[in-house]
């Protein structure tokens, strides 16, 4: 398939106002908003963000900018209906900071959400769980090196929770509770982050961005700091630094949800119209310009590492207004990276020097105009950079044709047209994130319709002419550098540099034109008929079944208007091979869709969906092998016929296996490289007693991978059964009927594998002493895991969602005891797993991150949890706390139709399927103290608990006791 549109790196916000039906009208502004009022009044009512531009504004936003500097922006949106979304941006990041004050920026991001004036110590977890807010995603923040944003998304909103939440967010970004005591605990948590991410791939990330940004900030400020930094930091020096950025003038306060965005503005100004800095305004640091006199070429070696190179360009960063003709630069630099993106993996398909290569233009935290060539050599990196210099080299030699040029454009103005019809249901958050990256970056925000008016215009310029010098525009630079990493030394600096300094060849890698369209494709057969339809009970979505056994489960609704979600399941997924039996299930994610269909290889396909919405995607589930799509009413038909020749008529090109095989081999030395890596890899194998169907496959079946061997496993499950096709979406325009008929009911009848040792999922061993497994890291990084078998099926839906509140509860207090109180681990985890494709293979996880000298720690809290929620019922408000911010999930999810496709999977040939669908929010909300404390009798049982450490190469668990943790300077993880 072409590039995914949905994946497109526009910088241009998206923003229409939304017209579904609000659940929640917020009470209007009462007596004690009459200051509000005032307030809003003396605001300066122009739009701010659009000072000097000419771009279409998007007229559902409101701006306005207080009397004391700060700027708003706020709209109605009723995505999910009932839902909030406040943004608070911060103009400081990491840049801003002193050589002393390296990791301040992040560090106090974390003591903002810790306490303020109106918050305890560390109780602002619990008041926004009270609110419905799952801390990590509905409440969190991030650091960068240009802005810290505090994001809070409120569901089932009140006037009085908004009001409330208004209040105590406004009170932690004016007045954070910076303690010695409270520095002192979050300093401990974001030395876990460090430690957690350090290792090759963080010094490669920080070498690569000295050597690239030489001379300026952003190549020496990661956001988390440095040890001897954060070693340094106390209540006096943090306060100093938020006294200096943290301003009415540096904020911008951004509100999208379901009320009256007067409500909002006066919330606004209720909460923060008072705030004033302390002295003046603080003018930007000078970020630096990149420095010419620098070194060109760098080598990195980091041992066990595959070969990559980085080609970087680099031009100084140029404050520009976002004007039209500002944004037609924009989509012409995009098509021109586009054009040499194709010629690259054109190259990489047919069997290339190098296994993937792609260009991108960016323009970098307010430092630098980067042109950034990623490359990842198969062995001879000399080649793969002359190579992709050479492609490059073509690309500023000679102009585009103009079908290559509207291939490129064809994808971005069907990515836009979808924006446009799916405009009504884009979620408030997203609108809120969106206008928050546009000031960051100094853009504006337009509406969908105005980004496709736009384009017209734009796509009309885009001539082989302009495009030549477009592409010579961003593939030139005053300053070329060069990164090699590679596991040993190809020869130092020099060496990296000779070859940069070496002589470029074009290399013409255009696509040859290719005739390619449905007419070619073979029959599927005679059309099928429909024998029976039948609504299913309780829901808006009918079942259909054909004469050859396959079934549909159609919703014509219009959820997303314009869209049309198509989900084809078919065969036995998991369950179609033997637990104890060598399977090929890990080649099938890539190079099952990428081996071709029919008389169609890649580029053919490429061709054939060009400028449509035709798209598969391939999973592998429990009990299902599932091809999907996102497609919309006027591409259905032969969206779905492509979906069936799939399964009818495969083709198997051996390129991609081949590259599948080599990508496998290029990576494997990172599988041990710490100990997440380990567990990526391992945890899912180990859990199920190594079962062969989620264990990983060692570098002897990789390498004797082989395309033949790779057709034997997948035709036979390509051609089973059964097959049940879901359709959810905007079907008005569409005889869905019959294009079932004339695809999918066109197949010959199916049968089924189902060997019988594939049809259940065991459990790891019981262990009374941690299991130990190795990883090749860092000496300072560990991780424990602890778990408990529990069940699985659709018979007992009352003991899956028990699971769940007990997975949330004891995770908020292995959160407040392994990180808030011991600062021992960034990020814990706790998860209920219950298949339903299997009746057996569920169990709780409780994990993390940590030194090994708090592996034994780990392990004592994990018990004392454990064994507290056997004894004892928890409290009305711990349950409320952890059950309520899940009810509200699961409640914004099912207005989409993703939600109920995913649960409705198995529908047409399981009722239970329905009645679980239908139960669910009743079920979570009907889970008691009493439900919790069962579970936790039932499943979490000492005698079947299974453990297992993962330590540095060589250490046992006696001596990980005595290890401290390792310091290394590190990257915030945001």
Request: aromatic content about 6%; proline content about 6%.
């Amino acid at each position: 398939m072409s590039s995914d549109p949905a994946r497109m790196c526009f910088h241009f916000s998206r923003s229409l106002a939304v017209g579904a039906a609000a659940l929640l009208l917020l009470a209007p502004l009462g007596a004690r908003a009459e200051d509000d009022v005032a307030t809003v009044k003396a605001a300066k009512n122009s739009d701010w963000l659009y000072v000097g531009s000419d771009i279409p504004r998007d007229t559902a936003w409101r701006f306005g900018m207080l009397p004391n500097g700060l700027r708003y922006a706020v709209r109605n949106n009723g995505v999910p209906p009932g839902q909030v979304s406040i943004r608070v941006r911060m103009d400081v990041g990491s840049m801003f900071e002193s050589e002393a004050e390296r990791g301040y920026a992040h560090l106090l991001e974390h003591l903002t959400f810790r306490g303020s004036e109106h918050i305890p110590d560390g109780e602002a977890k619990r008041i926004w769980q009270r609110f419905g807010v799952t801390f990590g995603s509905d409440s969190n923040a991030q650091t960068t090196p240009t802005q810290t944003v505090y994001q809070l998304d409120l569901p089932s909103v009140t006037p009085a929770n908004l009001d409330e939440s208004m209040k105590l967010l406004a009170g932690m970004i004016r007045a954070p509770r910076i303690s010695e005591l409270a520095v002192a605990a979050e300093r401990g948590v974001v030395m876990a982050e460090l430690r957690e991410s350090d290792g090759p791939q963080k010094r490669i990330a920080d070498a690569t961005n000295a050597h690239l940004f030489a001379g300026q900030l952003l190549g020496d400020r990661s956001p988390i700091g440095t040890t001897m930094s954060l070693g340094k930091a106390s209540a006096a020096s943090v306060g100093a630094f938020h006294d200096r950025w943290y301003r009415p003038e540096r904020a911008v306060v951004v509100i999208v949800g379901d009320g009256d965005p007067a409500t909002f503005a006066g919330l606004i100004a209720r909460y923060f119209g008072d705030w004033k800095g302390e002295g003046a305004n603080p003018p930007d640091p000078d970020f630096g310009q990149p420095d010419p006199a620098a070194a060109a070429a760098l080598e990195i070696v980091e041992p066990n590492q595959p070969l990559a190179l980085t080609l970087a360009m680099v031009r100084p960063w140029k404050k520009r207004i976002d004007t039209v003709e500002n944004t037609r630069r924009l989509y012409l630099e995009f098509i021109a990276q586009a054009l040499v993106n194709r010629r690259l993996e054109n190259r990489a398909r047919a069997g290339g020097s190098y296994l993937v290569a792609t260009v991108e233009q960016q323009y970098v935290s307010r430092s630098a105009d980067v042109t950034a060539a990623s490359i990842v050599p198969l062995s001879d990196w000399k080649a793969a950079l002359a190579d992709v210099r050479g492609v490059i080299a073509d690309a500023v030699s000679r102009p585009p044709s103009q079908a290559d040029i509207d291939r490129e454009t064809n994808e971005i103005e069907a990515f836009l047209l979808k924006e446009l019809e799916n405009a009504r249901n884009e979620p408030g958050a997203r609108l809120a994130d969106d206008l928050v990256r546009a000031v960051d970056i100094n853009e504006t925000v337009t509406s969908p319709q105005g980004q496709v008016d736009m384009f017209k215009a734009i796509r009309a310029s885009a001539t082989p002419q302009v495009m030549l010098e477009i592409s010579r525009a961003i593939f030139s630079a005053p300053v070329t550098r060069v990164v090699l990493t590679t596991p040993t030394s190809a020869g130092g600096d020099d060496a990296v540099l000779a070859a940069l300094k070496a002589p470029v060849a074009v290399r013409d890698e255009r696509l040859a034109a290719v005739e390619a369209d449905f007419g070619q494709l073979p029959s599927l057969g005679k059309p099928g008929a429909i024998v029976a339809t039948a609504p299913l009970p309780g829901l808006r979505a009918d079942r259909i079944e054909l004469s050859n056994g396959v079934t549909a489960l159609v919703s014509n609704n219009k959820v997303e208007p314009g869209k049309v979600r198509v989900n084809v399941r078919f065969g036995t997924g998991n369950r179609s091979v033997a637990a104890d039996a060598p399977n090929l299930l890990w080649t099938g994610d890539y190079a099952l869709v990428a081996s071709g269909i029919g008389p169609w290889g890649q580029n053919e396909i490429d061709q054939l969906t060009n400028g449509r919405q035709i798209q598969m995607n391939f999973a592998i589930d429990d009990d299902a092998f599932e091809l999907s799509a996102e497609s919309r009413p006027a591409d259905l038909a032969d969206q779905l016929r492509l979906m069936a020749a799939k399964l009818a008529l495969p083709r198997w090109d051996a390129a991609p296996v081949e590259r599948l095989r080599i990508g496998y081999l290029t990576g494997y030395e990172l599988n041990d490289a710490t100990p997440n890596a380990v567990l990526e890899r391992h945890l899912r194998g180990w859990l199920t007693g190594n079962d062969a169907r989620w264990a990983a496959p060692d570098r002897a079946a990789i390498e004797a991978l082989t395309p033949a061997a790779f057709r034997a496993f997948w035709e036979p499950r390509l051609a089973s059964g059964p097959i049940e096709v879901q359709i959810f979406g905007d079907l008005e325009t569409v005889d869905y009927r019959k294009i079932l008929a004339e695809t999918f009911g066109a197949l010959v009848p199916r049968s089924i594998l189902a060997p019988p040792g594939g049809q259940r999922v065991d459990f790891a061993p019981h262990v009374t002493v941690p299991e130990i497994a190795y990883h090749r890291g860092e000496r300072g990084q560990a991780a424990a895991m602890t778990a408990w078998p529990t069940g699985g099926g659709r018979a007992n839906p009352r003991d899956a969602r028990a699971l769940d509140v007990l997975a949330a509860i004891f995770n908020d207090r292995l959160f407040d005891r392994l990180r808030a109180e011991k600062g021992a681990s960034y990020g814990p985890t706790v998860d209920s797993h219950w298949p339903t494709g299997f009746d057996s293979g569920g169990y709780l996880l409780v994990g993390s991150l940590l030194a090994p000298k708090d592996i034994d720690g780990f392990y004592d809290i994990a018990r004392d949890i454990a064994a507290d929620l056997v004894a004892r019922p928890v409290s009305a408000d711990e349950l409320a706390r952890n059950a309520g911010p899940i009810r509200e999930q699961v409640a914004r999810a099912s207005t989409g139709n993703v939600y109920w496709m995913f649960l409705l999977e198995g529908a047409t040939r399981d009722p239970r399927v329905v009645a679980a669908a239908l139960s669910l929010q009743d079920d979570l909300a009907a889970v008691t103290a009493a439900d919790v404390q069962r579970v936790a009798r039932q499943y979490l049982t000492p005698a079947r608990q299974w453990s297992l450490a993962i330590l540095p190469r060589g250490m046992t668990l006696a001596a990980a006791r005595d290890v401290g943790a390792t310091a290394a300077d590190g990257r915030a993880a945001y």
